[in-house]
C-alpha cells in the first residue's frame, strides 16, 4: 500500500513540474540562432536589426555576400511563414514591439526548410499575436 502512494505521489509531482511551462517567448534565448522578445529588453534601438546588431552580430557577418562569388543572392528573410525580402537591411523595417521571435537558418538549414535558392541562409521573423 505504501508503494502505490509512494509512487502516485511521485507521478502527480512529475506531472505537475512539467505542466508549467514558460513559452519561447517569454524567456530570453541563449541560442546562437534564436532570439526572442525577451532578449530586445536592453537594445538600443527600435528595429530588428539594432536588436541583431547587439545581440547576434555574427548573423551579420554570415550574410554579407562575397565579393568573389558574383551570382550569390542575399540573405532570405521569412516573416510568418511568407517571404518578406531579401537582404540583412529588411531587418531594419521591422519595428522590435511586432516581433516574438527571430530564427538564423544556415545555407544547409535553410535549404531543408525553405527550399533552395539560400546560399546565405535565411532569418524567420515571427510576430507577436494581435
Known amino acids: 500500500m505504501r508503494v502505490c502512494v509512494a509512487t502516485a505521489l511521485a507521478v502527480i509531482l512529475v ?8 513559452s519561447p517567448e517569454l524567456a530570453p534565448s541563449h541560442d546562437a540562432d534564436f532570439l526572442t522578445a525577451a532578449n530586445f529588453v536592453e ?21 554579407r555576400q562575397n565579393p568573389v562569388l558574383p551570382a550569390q543572392t542575399n540573405v532570405i528573410i521569412y516573416m510568418d511563414g511568407a517571404r ?3 537582404g540583412i537591411d529588411g531587418l531594419r523595417t521591422l519595428a522590435l514591439s511586432a516581433i516574438a521571435t527571430a530564427r538564423y537558418f544556415s545555407p544547409l538549414e535553410a535549404t531543408a526548410r525553405f527550399g533552395p535558392g539560400h546560399p546565405l541562409g535565411a532569418i524567420e521573423v515571427i510576430t507577436q499575436p494581435h
Not at 15 to 22: D, I, L
Open 43 to 63: 537594445v538600443k534601438g527600435g528595429t530588428l536589426y539594432d536588436a541583431v546588431q547587439q545581440l547576434r552580430p555574427a548573423w551579420i557577418l554570415r550574410t
Open 84 to 86: 518578406y525580402g531579401a
Open 15 to 22: 506531472a505537475c513540474s512539467h505542466g508549467v511551462r514558460e
